[in-house]
């Protein structure tokens, strides 16, 4: 049986660059685009993000129940991580208000700026308090 190995994760969008560029300012890591800018690539600790060129991209409706597929990024203080994530122009869906110490729920939902949902994840019970 051939092997098959884990790649990268690829999202379709309008603006590849910037939106590499969103992943990196959140995660860290370097920024690599083909010279046409069809085909960038996030190199950062955790596996490739990989961001294609699609000129007819358009984001999944969090409202409407689109959710085709999401990324969990783990974080241990979410009150930074959210106020990173509005920085770089994601929005916040579920909850949309700010987070506040001691939430009970152990994830929360955000759209990146090409609207590509993501959530922010507890990596413990004990974590955000």
């Known amino acids: 049986m051939a092997k098959v190995s884990f790649g990268n994760i690829a999202f379709d969008c309008k603006e590849p660059v910037e ?16 010279p046409e800018g069809d085909w960038v690539s996030l190199h950062w600790d955790g596996p490739d993000l990989a961001f294609q060129h699609a000129p007819d991209h358009r984001p999944p409706s969090w409202q409407d129940g689109e959710l085709q597929a999401h990324i969990d990024f783990l974080v241990e203080d979410i009150q930074s991580a959210h106020a990173r994530v509005v920085e770089l122009g994601g929005r916040a869906l579920d909850p949309t208000s700010d987070p506040k110490p001691g939430e009970e729920r152990g994830f929360r939902v955000y759209a990146d700026p090409a609207g590509h949902l993501f959530c922010l994840c507890r990596p413990s019970p004990d974590a955000w308090r």
């Not at 939106?19 to 083909?34: K, S, T």
């Open 19 to 34: 939106l590499a560029r969103f992943y990196a300012g959140l995660l860290g890591g370097e920024v690599d685009a083909d």
